[in-house]
């Protein structure tokens, strides 16, 4: 993983206009922020392998051996839940939950519904917890968002099977998060 320098994020709302998938992005400028040191070192009961491995990749390591030197002194055998994974899961709820109020409003609904883009995990957690009323514009987003995604895979392949050199450049089109 590699580990972004985290800006001041509130809420999704702030991600919206990205050009990815909000959650998402949100999600990913989260797990920097604790990876590097959001999250206290006694705070951390459990990590899972990914988060370890993460962890040690992070820019901050001396809070990085504090996380593992309090592991050690719990006894971590790896059978506690993560605790990177625990506040991620949160926060991914909230965020889900303010999207849901942030699609109530009728413009950021319309600038959404044509400009927006849900990753298909997260566009189907927000139909979980959004009202019906809201279930056919998230299809519509997801479809949008499946539809483009197909195209640009396509357009690629067709690139590379053309002998066309496929490779960083070619990726500029993918919104990265």
């Known amino acids: 993983m590699r580990l972004s320098k985290p800006i001041e994020i509130e809420g999704v709302s702030q991600t919206l206009a990205k050009g990815n998938c909000p959650v998402c992005a949100f999600l990913k400028n989260s797990q920097s922020a604790l990876l590097q040191g959001g999250l206290a070192p006694e705070e951390v009961s459990g990590i899972c392998n990914f988060h370890a491995w993460a962890l040690a990749a992070a820019v901050n390591v001396a809070n990085a051996a504090k996380v593992f030197r309090n592991l050690l002194r719990l006894g971590c055998d790896g059978c506690q839940e993560c605790s990177f994974c625990l506040h991620l899961r949160e926060a991914e709820n909230a965020q889900l939950k303010e999207l849901v109020r942030q699609l109530d409003r ?6 959404i519904m044509r400009h927006g883009v849900l990753c298909r ?3 189907r957690r927000l139909r979980q917890v959004a009202p019906v009323r809201l279930h056919g514009a998230i299809d519509e987003i997801d479809c949008r968002t499946s539809s483009e995604l197909k195209s640009e895979l396509e357009d690629l ?21």
Do not use: F
């Open 106 to 111: 009728h413009l950021v609904l319309d600038w």
């Open 121 to 123: 995990p997260h566009s």
């Open 157 to 177: 392949i067709a690139r590379s099977a053309d002998g066309k050199r496929v490779g960083r450049e070619c990726l500029d089109v993918w919104p990265s998060s």
